[in-house]
């Protein structure tokens, strides 16, 4: 089938993480509740064996990971989780949405983010270069 580019979509739903996140004073120290959506596009899945995915459970602990550090907007937590996900093997996309239940009296803030990978990365990573993120876990 030539003209057919077939790639996967892994998604995670509405997971909370509680989350140091804030510019007022009083959420400064006070970890709050978000909710977070992460949608991967990855290479095709041909193999029925996990190591042939992106693991779901990567997404919730470096999600969780960025919640123990002092992040002050939710547009830079959604853009770190973004840059964590895209680094991981074949991975092409990675979105992150964040809702922000307590931001509002009345509704909700909520922030996308979309990363996708340059062609030229994947000509590097084939090539044995890395430009790895790394997500650690705060005291």
Avoid: W
């Amino acid at each position: 089938m030539t003209g057919i580019v077939a790639f996967t979509r892994v998604s995670v739903r509405d997971l909370p993480v509680l989350a140091d996140i804030g510019i007022y004073a009083h959420e400064i120290g006070q970890r709050q509740p978000l909710i977070l959506t992460v949608t991967l596009e990855v290479e095709r899945i041909e193999e029925d064996r996990i190591d042939a995915t992106t693991d779901y459970r990567l997404i919730a602990a470096a999600a969780e990971a960025l919640g123990e550090t002092r992040i002050a907007l939710i547009e830079v937590f959604a853009y770190r989780l973004a840059s964590y996900c895209l680094e991981l093997p074949g991975v092409r996309s990675a979105e992150v949405t964040i809702d922000k239940p307590r931001a509002l009296a009345a509704g909700m803030a909520s922030v996308t983010t979309l990363l996708r990978r340059d062609p030229a990365d994947q000509i590097r990573e084939a090539d044995g270069g890395s430009n790895i993120v790394s997500i650690e876990r705060g005291n």
